[in-house]
């Protein structure tokens, strides 16, 4: 991978921060305050907002070990024992955010319920299901990686 590559995706990631940094800064304490006089969605909305700033703990930390990814692949060294760390991290890390969303199903449940409005129930279940995906994809690029690095060792012990 040529480094104009990963000079993108080190943008995407950059891109990335900074619109989830946005929602958290401007989008939720508005929803914060426009749900405060609402003694039945208060409760439950401020529910998903906590863990929606939660979630944005694992979500910097895999974002930080993204870049970390990227930089290796920058100075040859992708094939190492800190990627396949990076990676490791990454899978926690989806699995963190995808159990901060499993903790916060319930709100969505009682919201969709009360407003009849199963969409609100599918939109929590899409978060959880994309977290997950991207926590089988980690998982399965560190243990291809991981067999890559074995093999490689070897190969290189081979005369």
């Given at each position: ?5 990963t ?9 990335l ?13 508005a ?14 909305v ?6 929606m ?14 870049f ?75 243990k291809?990686l991981?067999n ?12």
């Amino acid at each position: 991978m040529s480094k104009s590559s990963t000079m993108f995706l080190k943008f995407v990631l950059i891109v990335l921060a900074l619109a989830v940094l946005a929602i958290c800064v401007f989008a939720l304490p508005a929803l914060w305050r426009g749900v405060a006089d609402d003694e039945v969605f208060g409760g439950w909305v401020r529910g998903i907002i906590i863990g929606m700033y939660v979630s944005g703990i694992p979500f910097y930390y895999a974002l930080y070990q993204s870049f970390k990814l990227l930089n290796l692949i920058d100075r040859n060294n992708a094939f190492s024992d800190q990627a396949v760390k990076a990676l490791r991290m990454i899978k926690f890390s989806a699995l963190a955010v995808s159990a901060v969303y499993t903790a916060t199903m319930p709100f969505f449940f009682l919201i969709g319920e009360y407003d009849d409005a199963p969409g609100v129930i599918v939109i929590g279940m899409t978060v959880i299901f994309a977290s997950f995906v991207v926590a089988v994809f980690a998982y399965v690029l560190q243990k291809l990686l991981r067999n890559a690095i074995d093999i490689k060792i070897e190969n290189d012990l081979t005369v």
